[in-house]
């Protein structure tokens, strides 16, 4: 189901897969979530960088396409006497938040690189003179500390206008940013002893999303152990009761992240939020006024400061930015709430639509099962049909191939009296050669036998096989006289029997009454 102003159903598959993934990552809304994917030509990662980063407030190819061209200055000023416009000295007296960029650590493959082991035999004299020079050094730093401080110092700065992080020259082991912000917990323990401060153990990147996803101040805190008044400033304010009770009062929403600026990551930190003294606070938050995606500094809280301060100037940028992130909030929520009777509203739909189906399923299945059972039935009827006028038929074909009963004269004959399924005593003579299929053939034939159309020539019936449904049984004592035995009827029974006829059908037309 598409967004108001969106139509999913006209987008590619690949467009639609990455519409899903966006979507996944950002918790967007689709109607805010295509036109960006549209403008980033729907490249999943830059759209996402986007949204994190905050999209810049127009695209710099059209931004440039339309520019005017450029003018002298130098003749407008004469122009106008060096008097800059109102518009231009009012926008420059608008204050306007510092954006904050969301930094990436480097990634974990590429933390640290081990040293091949030829290249570490042929700078092995080279390691031993640094590492002789290093405790060299250090003696001196220990009988001479002020030596030691303008060294470090000298040191730091160095390191600084290269622009390289303190962790490439501190000796510090590079971490990947989990590891590290473990690392910097454990060391902060060590130091300064257990605390009741909420940090956040993860990268900055991490704490930077969870504080633009879930509205929150990110309180970014960056140390320097270089400075002297690092430990101090840590112990009195920092740790102090005021400023835990604040940072950990739920309230204020607020999300600790800390780190070394002897790290990698937290140098990098530094310098994109432009720190220039140490010890270093900031306190990030989302900018609706700005942008959707927008994260700006809110406040900056450079070098030592009292707890009271620290406090007032956290308070004063919470109450600044709170009203914007409410309406923010509230606006998600009910989005939320939409979203959230949408997806019932398809859940219903699609119940209804399954019960409907399976409604439809069952009735097809009945219908199909009627009908079936209705052809068996037809058949079953077709096949006693044809069963019945074959059973005639035959009836009449054997009947004209039975021999005529002997007459007076035979002297080798046997006779049978017959007690038929109707009750009705039949006795007759039958040659003493006879094979008892002949019996078995009179008494099926009788009916027959007894019309007037007894000798009509009839065809046999083509593929079809005629079975006895009775037997021959003698009473006292009871034998049965099967055909499959075969034999002669004087070998069977003897000159003369007295045989009751049975039926073995009986069981089949009593299923079939039930049916």
Partial sequence: MA???????????DQQLALQQFTAVTDQEVKDAVPLLRRCEWNVQIAIARFFDGEPAEDPIAAAATAPAPQDTRRQETLLNGVSSPRSSTSSNRRRLDAAPRVVPQPEGQVSQQASLLFTILFAPVSLILSLGS????????LFPPLARLWGRLT??????????RSRTSGRRPLNPRDNAAR??????????SNNLPFFEGAYSGAFDMAKKELKFLLVILISPEHDETASWIRETVLSQEVVDFIRDPPNNIILW???????????????????KFPFAALIVHTPQVSSTAMGVAARIPGPTSPAQFVSKLRQAIQAHSEPLTRVRAQRAEQQATRSIR??????????????????????????????EEKEALEREQAKERYAQNLVQWRKW????????????????VRISLRMPSADRVVRKFAADAHIEELYAFVECYDVLQASDANEKVAEPQGFEHEYKFQLVSPMPREVYDLKAGGTIKERIGRSGNLIVERTDLGDEEEEDEE
Avoid: M
């Fill in 135 to 142: 405790r060299g050094f250090g003696f001196l730093g220990w």
């Fill in 343 to 372: 997806q019932q509203q398809d859940s219903a739909y699609e119940r209804s639509l399954a019960q409907d189906r399976e409604r439809a399923r069952k009735k097809r299945e009945e219908a199909e099962r009627k009908a079936r």
């Fill in 398 to 413: 054997r009947a004209s191939s039975i021999a005529v009963e002997p007459g007076v004269e035979d002297k080798d004959i």
């Fill in 3 to 13: 967004d108001a102003g969106v139509d999913i159903a006209q987008l590619t598959e």
């Fill in 258 to 276: 800390a780190g070394n600026v002897q790290d990698s990551e937290s140098y990098s930190v530094s310098t994109s939020l432009n720190c220039t």
């Fill in 156 to 165: 730091a700065s160095n390191v600084t206008r290269a622009g390289t992080p």
């Fill in 184 to 193: 910097f917990i454990r060391e902060f323990e060590e130091e300064y002893g």
